[in-house]
RNA sequence: GGCGCUUUCGUCUAGCGGCUAGGACACAUGCCUCUCACGCAUGGAACACGGGUUCGAUUCCCGUAGGCGCUACCA
């Protein structure tokens, strides 16, 4: 078989917010085409009518724009492998479902929901397979004559595919190695629906993937149960030759508890599930993202790739080009990971270090404005480079930052127990006589003038220090002393001293 | 129930027959220090169980148990 190029897809179906786990199945299959210089396709599977959500490809969209994951082609982005949304190809799937029944590898079958409810009551585990077809209104069980009948008389009718039974199937896994499936344990399952004249997913998969012509299927665990199905697809087509590889991802599971990560973990513990702020356009339910939470997007991805994978170094930052670089689909782990959003805030507290105070900066800048503080950009950079350290979130620098802004309206109780001496009121009168008397009011200055100082009359360093941080803070935390009154300046300085002296006298 | 996948510290994981079983998050302690953080250092913490194979199993094989998934005219 001659080399193919490579070319992955991610392929949601439009009907909700994008789940993180779908994030990181994009996210692998994305590494895996840019490491090996090929494509990466985005098509939508909206082959279930009934689940349809509006708004939710746009979101999809949106959600990969803003993390950094570009597509080659697909819906939205172009291509000549098109149209790229199932819902768009019905005359495509037509042609290929009649070839199967033309072949006598798949069959008509008329029975309707109710009558499979009713079977699935009465039979323990029925099956509809080799085994119960004949007993099943179908075209096999059927004369030609009243096939024809029931078709012309507009019955609706399903195509199953004739699963030939008892044979060893094997998926040659990438992450699991060779995987053995019995066909005996498949259904004859749907493939078309005249309902709606749409296929399911896996009629839709199949033709989707030979004729975008894919070389690797990554995807989650949740398929690994149907791939013998779709191996058996491919032969049935006559398309063996040209299968894609499979790679069966592990499943993302809940942070404690039983089963797999779902919304409602993220309800319940307070972190997100979704990468955007997602509106729920049936319930009106809104379920926050990790960009409205404060994550930056390239956190997100690190913490991501790491849920399942590493590059066997003890590296775990690393931006997206570095990860193309590194990434080994056989290197995945087969178990699923618990989803430790602990961790992934930690991602985020190291990209914000690694991030530059100018653009922590510009970030921080629109929650100050939220807040009602118009700074300048410089003095926000200033504030940023002093405080990005001790958080996680840029938006937790706001209740950090305050005191930058804007004067204490009031002093902390514990802290004044604490912090304010006898003498206090006393010690900074005179500390802001000699600041008073400064005409350099930089860093370097005010340091050297006021530890002089402290050490020239036997001040307590720590004393005088903490009384004055409660004047121009407001409580007992907070950066070094003169950074803070650096940044203030001398005018806001002294007032806030003197306002605080007479406070608390 | 059936079928498949899976199983190393609390969590994410390294390990691919012989190691004091390594790292990270979280936790604890200490250092730094004008406070609080950051940072740094140190510490506790794991091979699910039972059989084999082998001179030797965390590692290979088989069971058992647990976990996860699938079992739709959903993907």
Same mark, same amino acid.
């Given at each position: 078989m001659t080399e193919r190029k490579v070319r992955v897809r991610f392929a949601p179906s439009p009907t909700g917010a994008l789940h993180i786990g779908g994030v990181r199945t994009a996210l692998y299959n994305y590494l895996f085409a840019r490491q090996h210089g090929g494509e990466l396709i985005f098509r939508i599977e909206d082959t279930d009518s009934t689940r349809f959500v509006p708004g939710a490809e746009e979101y999809i969209i949106e959600s990969f724009r803003w993390l950094g994951i570009e597509f080659d082609e697909g819906v939205s982005f172009g291509g000549n492998h098109g149209p790229y949304r199932q819902s768009e190809r019905r005359d495509i799937y037509k042609k290929y479902v009649d070839q199967l029944l033309a072949d006598g590898k798949a069959y008509v079958a008329f029975d309707t929901p109710e009558e499979l409810d009713a079977k699935r009551n009465e039979v323990k585990n029925f099956q509809y397979d080799a085994s119960t077809r004949l007993g099943m209104r179908n075209s096999l069980s059927l004369s030609d004559s009243e096939v024809k009948a029931l078709l012309d008389a507009g019955h609706q009718y399903v195509v199953r595919f004739k699963v030939e039974p008892d044979e060893d199937v094997h998926i040659d896994d990438l992450i699991r190695g060779d995987v053995v499936i019995n066909?005996? #344990?498949?259904?004859?399952?749907?493939?078309?629906?005249?309902?709606?004249q749409l296929p399911t997913y896996h009629l839709a998969n199949i033709v989707d993937d030979h004729l975008m012509e894919v070389t690797h299927v990554i995807r989650g665990e949740e398929w690994l149960p149907s791939a013998p199905l779709h191996v058996l697809l491919y032969r049935a087509f006559g398309w063996a030759d040209t299968m894609p590889r499979f790679a069966h991802l592990p499943l993302l599971l809940k942070p404690d508890g039983k089963g797999k990560l779902s919304k409602r973990d993220g309800d319940r513990l307070g972190f997100p599930v979704f990468p955007l702020e997602w509106h729920d356009p049936k319930t009106g339910e809104v379920s926050s993202g990790y960009r409205e939470s404060g994550y930056l997007p390239e956190a997100v991805l690190n913490f991501l790739a790491l849920l399942g994978w590493?590059?066997?170094?003890?590296?775990e930052i690393m931006s997206l080009d570095e990860m193309v670089r590194l990434f080994? #689909?056989?290197?995945?782990?087969k178990a699923g990971a618990r989803f430790d959003y602990v961790k992934g805030t930690w991602f985020n507290h190291e990209y914000i270090l690694q991030k530059s105070d100018e653009e922590i900066a510009r970030h921080f800048e629109v929650i100050l404005k939220e807040n009602g503080f118009d700074e300048p950009i410089d003095r926000i950079v200033t504030v940023v480079g002093l405080m990005k350290g001790r958080v996680n979130f840029v938006k937790e620098l706001m209740p950090l930052c305050r005191f930058f802004f804007e004067a204490p309206a009031e002093y902390d109780e514990k802290t004044v127990k604490k912090r304010w001496k006898e003498t206090s009121a006393e010690d900074m009168t005179r500390l802001a006589a000699v600041l008073e008397g400064l005409d350099d009011f930089s860093l370097e200055h005010q340091e050297e003038v006021v530890t002089k100082w402290i050490e020239d009359n036997g001040f307590h360093m720590g004393n005088i220090m903490n009384a004055w941080r409660l004047t121009l803070v407001g409580e007992g935390k907070g950066p070094h002393m003169f950074d803070i009154s650096a940044f203030l300046g001398k005018e806001e300085t002294l007032r806030r001293m003197y306002r605080a002296i007479e406070v608390l006298k």
């Open positions: 066909s005996s #344990i498949l259904d004859d399952k749907v493939l078309y629906k005249s309902a709606d590493n590059p066997g170094t003890e590296q080994d #689909i056989t290197k995945c782990s």
